[in-house]
């Protein structure tokens, strides 16, 4: 059951519809006795804010048009700053999303099959990071690392950031607030040290409070 939520949807774009059946667990013999069962299978390219369940927006539009609906398939082209080759949300300029290519990893999922402790056999999908072929263990740790972000890039790539002073880091960490004016949710770094100490939210009018504090490393 999910729990109601505002959500803002700044695109959803029909690309495709193809009609089809519900054969569910019987057989097709079985669906031509009594009738097949017609569905459409709709694509769709949607640009959501975040804590939106796409498959949320398939069972409302079902609920909308009367016929039900449900997700079959979830394929996410960009997050934040971050996007596909082949995303064309139009949202990040082709040089953005050229330099995201470089701290982008993309992934498959391949099912393994076991036999569980009750004898049962059991089938299950894995998830498995694409790397380069020809690379030992050692080898995919190193690219993936140099695919990584620090703290400091991840912060500022996601969300708007605040630089602040060591003594202001210091009463970030005490739980106190600091005198900064801001508006929306922001991450506090103080840039000498690339230290990301918190996220910081508005207080009043001339303050601001931290939200969540992080350790220093």
């Known amino acids: 059951e999910l729990k109601p939520r505002p959500v803002t949807i700044s695109e959803f774009t029909v690309l495709a519809i193809r009609s089809g059946f519900v054969t569910g667990n019987q057989s097709d013999e079985a669906l031509q006795e009594r009738g097949m069962v017609s569905v459409l299978d709709v694509d769709v390219r949607v640009s959501c804010?975040?804590?939106?369940?796409?498959?949320?927006?398939?069972?409302?539009?079902?609920?909308?048009?009367?016929?039900?609906?449900?997700?079959?398939?979830?394929?996410?082209?960009?997050?934040?700053?971050?996007?596909?080759?082949?995303?064309?949300?139009?949202?990040?300029?082709?040089?953005?999303?050229?330099?995201?290519?470089?701290?982008?990893?993309?992934?498959?999922?391949?099912?393994?099959?076991?036999?569980?402790?009750?004898?049962?056999?059991?089938?299950?999908?894995?998830?498995?990071?694409?790397?380069?072929?020809?690379?030992?263990?050692?080898?995919?740790?190193?690219?993936?690392?140099?695919?990584?972000?620090?703290?400091?890039?991840?912060?500022?790539?996601?969300?708007?950031a605040l630089d602040i002073t060591p003594e202001e880091a210091a009463e970030l960490r005490f739980g106190r607030r600091i005198e900064r004016t801001i508006h929306e949710p922001a991450a506090a770094i103080v840039p000498q040290t690339?230290?990301?100490?918190?996220?910081?939210e508005k207080a009043n009018g001339h303050q601001a409070k931290p939200i969540t504090v992080f350790p220093l490393a």
């Open 194 to 200: 690339h230290d990301v100490v918190a996220i910081i």
């Open 49 to 160: 804010s975040s804590g939106t369940y796409i498959r949320a927006l398939a069972r409302d539009l079902g609920d909308k048009l009367g016929v039900g609906g449900y997700l079959t398939r979830l394929r996410r082209t960009r997050v934040g700053n971050f996007a596909l080759p082949d995303d064309t949300s139009g949202l990040l300029s082709p040089d953005a999303v050229s330099e995201t290519q470089t701290h982008t990893v993309t992934a498959h999922t391949e099912q393994k099959t076991f036999t569980n402790r009750e004898g049962e056999t059991i089938t299950r999908n894995k998830c498995v990071l694409d790397t380069p072929e020809g690379l030992d263990g050692a080898g995919r740790c190193a690219w993936l690392i140099g695919r990584s972000l620090t703290m400091e890039q991840a912060a500022r790539s996601a969300m708007p």
